[in-house]
């Protein structure tokens, strides 16, 4: 079975501040793992994705994540945060085909941006 | 290309009305999904269609019926809705069902409430 825990429901930073959104996942084959954003009242937008082509994966809006398989770990940064980053920021990790290709969600961390 | 649409967008009813979520993509895609979202929960993932002509329950189906009328359309259906279902309601697709590293795409959404 897999799983994703994100740690910290909310996360607060200054503008301009390091962002470091936390992720950690569980799965028993080699996962798909994913970072979705979610502005107030809209749908999930796709920030980047790891499909195993690089660890390191950059995503849109100067958002990156780092696939550490023996951390078990998947956490997104972005060097300095702008307040159009104030957003829900969902983990998820599927598997293969089949249902294990369906997304399991975390359950998201708040990011606020203090100016 | 309008991506994925779900409407109505708001909806309020009654304790055992029923009412029917609708939800189209213009991506050729071949998977279709629908979640809910609770706070604090994440989304959970209540039904998919792998591919048209098919449907499977997922996480939390208990209340819902769902129809892939084409390969378009998919429809989520509450027979009698209860105030638990009380909710914001995503539609999602995604090309390749089998293909967990394919992207899913969301619709803006379908804020339900019921009294």
């Known amino acids: 079975a897999q799983s994703v825990t994100q740690l910290g429901s909310h996360v607060s930073v200054s503008e301009g501040a390091l962002v470091l959104l936390r992720c950690n996942y569980s799965s028993s084959v080699p996962p798909y793992l994913f970072w979705y954003v979610q502005y107030p009242n809209q749908g999930l937008q796709l920030l980047l994705k790891y499909t195993s082509a690089a660890t390191l994966v950059k995503g849109i809006n100067g958002f990156e994540a780092e696939f550490k398989k023996s951390e078990t770990s998947f956490h997104l940064t972005k060097p300095s945060a702008h307040m159009s980053d104030a957003a829900e920021y969902f983990c998820a990790v599927s598997g293969y085909g089949g249902s294990q290709g369906n997304l399991i969600f975390g359950k998201g961390t708040k990011l606020s941006v203090k100016p | ?115």
């Open chain 2, 1 to 115: 290309n309008a991506g994925v649409t779900q409407t109505p967008k708001f909806q309020v009813l009654k304790t055992g009305q029923s009412m029917t979520l609708q939800c189209a993509q213009d991506m050729n895609h071949n998977s279709m999904y629908w979640y809910r979202q609770d706070p604090g929960m994440g989304l959970r993932l209540i039904y998919y269609s792998a591919s048209e002509g098919t449907t499977d329950k997922g996480e939390v189906p208990n209340g819902y019926n769902v129809s892939r009328l084409n390969k378009r359309e998919f429809s989520l259906r509450l027979e009698s809705a209860a105030p638990s279902q009380t909710s914001v309601y995503f539609c999602a697709s995604r090309e390749r069902g089998g293909v967990a590293a394919d992207t899913q795409y969301f619709g803006p959404g379908t804020r339900l409430t019921v009294l």
